[in-house]
């Protein structure tokens, strides 16, 4: 399927699901004075959050790479991470956010495999921490919600060890023999394969740098707190009853499962989520759609400030950092 197809099927996917919330399970009436009665220096404390949040994730990001005596600036890290989450967000793009970022901050000093296994670990990692906040928030919401379904805990606990598995895994023995075999057989390989064994060995020697990965996931698993303490914001705008320790229980569930691929920026499945989950602890269909609503706009409204950087040269200002930073 093409990248244009896809995208459409996810478009149609996120107004279907978007319809059958409206018609079924919200009250437009009292969707709308929501709105109107709404706290807006709260929306704007929403954005502020989510903006101090990119810091975090670019210097997690840095982190990853200077641990390999690769030289990165804060600002060029920063820059680069707001451009790809406006290019993966807003422009159609026949790469994803993480492939742009490869291609805008590779270079001669910079191996694309280099800056592309960083991702990936940083993904992995993530995802590890997602996984890990997850089930804390579950045991929080069995004592918050009764009648919880145990399929939430073994759902929760198989990802999570699943997770830590494959992590593990890649960093074993027969990942490295993985890529020694396929530098044994260079005369066969083509341009891709041979990227692939780059990629492969690069990944393989972070496991040299133990300490920072152990500090990277350390604040991957403080980051969760993020959308936590975000989602706490959006409620006070729309002066929802939500306390932190209920925000806190059903936050990292919700956004565990929300990382499914299977809508445009998760619209309708955010949606559905916070009408499922957050009706758990007491918060109306009409009230939890339209925080799940506002936490998704809010989102994509925090990649704006990458307008600026996008409209003065977009990757042409991020190659100009790192052709600086090389020179240092």
């Known amino acids: 399927m093409s990248k244009a197809a896809k995208t459409w099927l996810r478009l149609s996917i996120s107004a279907l699901l978007l319809f059958i919330l409206l018609y079924f399970f919200v009250d437009l009436e009292q969707a709308w ?26 210097y997690k990001w840095r982190l990853l790479l200077t641990c390999r005596g690769y030289a990165v600036g804060h600002g060029e890290a920063l820059k680069a991470y707001y451009l790809a989450t406006f290019v993966g967000c807003f422009l159609p793009s026949t790469l994803g956010a993480d492939a742009f970022r490869v291609g805008i901050f590779s270079g001669p000093k910079r191996p694309s495999e280099v800056v592309a296994a960083s991702i ?12 890990i906040a997850a089930v804390v928030g579950l ?8 009648g919880l379904p145990r399929e939430f805990f073994y759902w929760a606990f198989a990802i999570l060890a699943g997770g830590t598995l494959l992590v ?9 023999r993985l890529h020694q075999r396929l530098e044994g057989h260079l005369e066969q390989r083509g341009r891709l394969l041979s990227w692939a064994s780059r990629f492969i060995k690069a990944y393989h020697e972070y496991r040299q740098h133990q300490g920072t990965l152990l500090w990277f996931l350390l604040l991957s698993v403080i980051e969760q707190a993020a959308p936590i303490v975000g989602n706490w914001l959006a409620a006070r705008a729309l002066n929802i009853e939500l306390s932190l320790l209920e925000a806190a229980a059903v936050t990292p569930v919700v956004f565990l499962l929300a990382r499914l691929p299977v809508s445009f ?11 499922a989950l957050f009706g758990l602890v007491g918060v109306a269909p009409t009230q939890a759609f339209l925080l799940g609503l506002i936490t998704n706009l809010a ?14 040269g977009g990757a042409r200002a991020v190659s100009a950092d790192r052709e600086d930073a090389g020179s240092c």
């Open 33 to 58: 004075q929501a709105l109107a009665d709404s706290r807006w220096e709260f929306f704007v404390l929403l954005l502020v959050w989510m903006n101090a949040d990119r810091f975090l994730m670019s």
């Open 120 to 131: 990936f670990l940083e993904r992995a990692l993530g995802f590890l921490a997602a996984a």
């Open 139 to 146: 045991v929080l919401l069995a004592g918050l919600a009764s």
């Open 168 to 176: 593990i895994a890649s960093f074993s023995a027969a990942a490295g």
């Open 265 to 275: 920026s998760s619209f309708g499945v955010m949606e559905g989520l916070y009408v």
């Open 299 to 312: 989102s994509l409204a925090s990649a704006l400030p990458a307008v600026p950087f996008y409209l003065a």
